[in-house]
């Protein structure tokens, strides 16, 4: 299988776990670094979407996670409340 066979298949994944779908081998949280890959964008990205628009995360010390269904629960808003807003990723 290729990587982006694979990575469309593990987007697949999070996306049923996080909805309606079956699927529930999802962490409860990631890292930014992680987020970022799960998501396609940079981690640069990722960090400004937390810092300017309001992504939900939780700060544990210094620890940073996030929550990958209330993050992919917060683009989907994101993009329903203004659609040509920059946050799109991901898409089935």
Known sequence: ???????SLQKDEWLL??????AQS??????????AKMLGVSER?????????GL???RIGRAVLLD????MKWLQSVNETNP???PKPPTT
């Open 26 to 35: 999802q962490p409860l949280a990631v890292r930014p670094a992680q987020m």
């Open 84 to 86: 040509t807003a920059t």
């Open 68 to 71: 990958p269904c209330a993050v």
């Open 17 to 22: 776990s996080c909805g309606v779908g079956q």
């Open 45 to 53: 990205t990722l960090k400004n979407w937390m810092a300017q628009r």
């Open 1 to 7: 299988m290729e990587t982006a066979e694979l990575k």
């Open 56 to 58: 939900p995360f939780t």
